[in-house]
C-alpha cells in the first residue's frame, strides 16, 4: 500500500461505503437467487420494473435530444450515446430480455432512437447505429413467439432499418450488412419461410 499515492489509497470500509457499489450489487443480486437444483429463481417483480425503467430512460433520452436540437434545452444531444451501455447490459440478461420483447414496446424505443432527430435530418452517431443494430441482430427472430413477431411488425422497425440499409453517406458498411441480413431475415420469419 506504500507505493499507492494517499488520494488512491481506500480503506476496506470507504470502498464499501460507496453507494454506487452497494447499489450495483444489490441490484445485481436482487433479480433472482439460486435454487438447491442450481436453477435461477427470477423474481418477476424486479424483471418487470428493471424492463420498464430501462424504457423510461429510453424515452426521456430522447425527447432531451430532441428538446436540445430543437432549441427548447441547453447542452449537447449526447443522452441516448450515454444510455447504450445500459440499454446493452439490461437486453444481455435473459430474463429481462424476454419482458423487453413481450411485454413493452422496447422495439419502438429503438426505432425512435434509430430515427434522425427533428430539424437535422442525419441518422444518430456511429456509436447508436452500430450497437443497437448489433443487439437487434443477436436476438434469434426464427425462435420468436408470434406475439414478438407481431410486436415487430406494430414498432415499424423495418421502415428505419430498411433505410439505414439503402443510405450510403451516413451508415457505414458494417452497420449497412448487419441492416441487409435483418432485412432478410424479418422477411423470412414474417413470410413463414
Given at each position: 500500500m506504500s507505493g499507492i499515492p494517499k488520494k488512491v489509497q481506500r480503506t476496506s470500509n470507504n470502498f464499501l461505503e460507496d453507494n454506487t457499489i452497494n447499489n450495483y450489487n444489490s441490484t445485481r443480486q436482487s433479480v433472482g437467487r439460486r435454487s438447491k437444483s442450481g436453477r435461477l429463481d427470477v423474481d418477476e417483480g424486479i424483471v418487470r420494473a428493471k424492463a420498464e425503467n430501462l424504457?423510461?430512460?429510453m424515452i426521456e433520452a430522447r425527447s432531451m435530444d430532441e428538446g436540445i436540437v430543437k432549441g427548447e434545452l441547453t447542452g449537447i444531444p449526447t443522452h441516448c450515446i450515454k444510455i447504450l451501455r445500459e440499454i446493452q447490459e439490461s437486453f444481455n440478461y435473459g430474463p429481462v430480455r424476454e419482458f423487453l420483447l413481450q411485454s413493452t414496446n422496447f422495439l419502438a424505443r429503438i426505432r425512435n432512437l434509430l430515427e434522425p432527430l427533428p430539424l437535422k435530418n442525419n441518422l444518430p452517431s456511429y456509436a447508436i447505429q452500430?450497437?443497437?443494430?448489433?443487439l437487434l441482430n443477436n436476438i434469434d427472430w426464427k425462435r420468436?413467439?408470434?406475439?414478438?413477431?407481431?410486436?415487430?411488425?406494430?414498432?415499424?422497425l423495418g421502415g428505419i432499418i430498411s433505410f439505414m440499409a439503402d443510405n450510403h453517406k451516413q451508415v457505414s458498411k458494417d452497420v449497412k450488412e448487419i441492416?441487409?441480413?435483418?432485412?432478410?431475415?424479418?422477411?423470412?420469419?414474417?413470410t413463414g419461410k
Open positions: 424504457v423510461e430512460k452500430r450497437d443497437l443494430v448489433t420468436k413467439e408470434e406475439e414478438v413477431i407481431q410486436r415487430l411488425e406494430q414498432s415499424r441492416c441487409e441480413g435483418l432485412i432478410k431475415t424479418w422477411t423470412g420469419v414474417l
